[in-house]
């Protein structure tokens, strides 16, 4: 099972609004509900931010959501804080039966 | 709070063996099944597995057979990774996940570095 493919990087201001996509396939993406997205900073364990597309985990700030469309799902972080620098990965339950993560996207507030 | 705590970096030699511990607290040990990750230096996180903390049964990825066995010691509400000679491919850092919703992780331990070197 491939990874999921996500951009390997993306930037933006403070204050601004960015969106980090996500792309599978109908067997995994497409498929299922079951896309999260982490975040990861430096040297730290991933947090969990999203779960089942578009669900916060209690303490997960307002300004990160998720959607899907398709085999594309998409992380947006509004009003993007210096805070927010740091890698944003993707996972998703696969028809195999296993879960892919994406390559990771290193988010650079600029 | 819930935790999960692992055990310390290891150094090891190529061939030897290491296992991992992640200790739980704040949760039923029980209730939620325990994921573990790999992340090689510089690299992305790569699923290894499950284990179900119910029954013991562990679900390997592929790629993680054979070498690689979870387990868990209820009475100490903890699980664990063992890896059995090691090569230098597994340098790498190991985390263990405890899946709250279906396939999704939180929290996460901090991390347990293993290097294989000689």
């Known amino acids: 099972q491939s990874a999921l493919t996500q951009p390997a990087s993306v930037s933006g201001s403070p204050g601004q609004s960015l969106t980090i996509s996500c792309s599978g396939t109908?067997?995994?993406?497409?498929?299922?509900?079951?896309l999260s997205w982490y975040q990861q900073h430096p040297g730290k364990a991933p947090k969990l931010l999203i779960y089942?597309?578009?669900n916060r985990p209690p303490g997960i700030s307002n300004r990160f959501s998720g959607s899907k469309s398709g085999n594309t799902a998409s992380l947006t972080i509004s009003g993007l804080q210096a805070e927010d620098e740091a890698d944003y990965i993707c996972?998703?339950?696969?028809?195999?039966?296993?879960?892919?993560f994406g390559g990771g996207t290193k988010l650079t507030v600029l | 709070q819930v935790q999960l705590v692992q055990s310390g970096s290891e150094l090891k030699r190529p061939g030897a063996s290491v296992k991992i511990s992640c200790k739980t607290s704040?949760?039923?040990?029980?209730?939620?099944?325990m994921n573990w990750v790999r992340q090689a230096p510089g690299q992305g996180l790569e699923w290894m597995g499950w284990?179900?903390?119910?029954?013991?049964?562990?679900t390997y990825a592929q790629g993680f057979t054979g070498r690689f066995v979870f387990s868990l010691d209820t009475s100490v509400s903890t699980a664990y990774l063992q890896i059995s000679t090691l090569e230098t491919e597994d340098t790498a850092t190991y985390y263990c996940?405890?899946?709250?919703?279906?396939?999704?992780?939180?929290?996460w331990g901090q991390g347990t570095l293993v290097t294989v070197s000689s």
């Open positions: 109908s067997n995994d993406v497409g498929g299922y509900n079951y």
């Open positions: 996972s998703s339950y696969t028809n195999n039966d296993i879960l892919v």
């Open positions: 089942n597309v578009s």
């Open positions: 996940a405890r899946e709250g919703s279906p396939n999704s992780f939180d929290p």
């Open positions: 284990i179900n903390t119910n029954t013991g049964k562990p």
């Open positions: 704040g949760y039923s040990f029980r209730e939620y099944a």
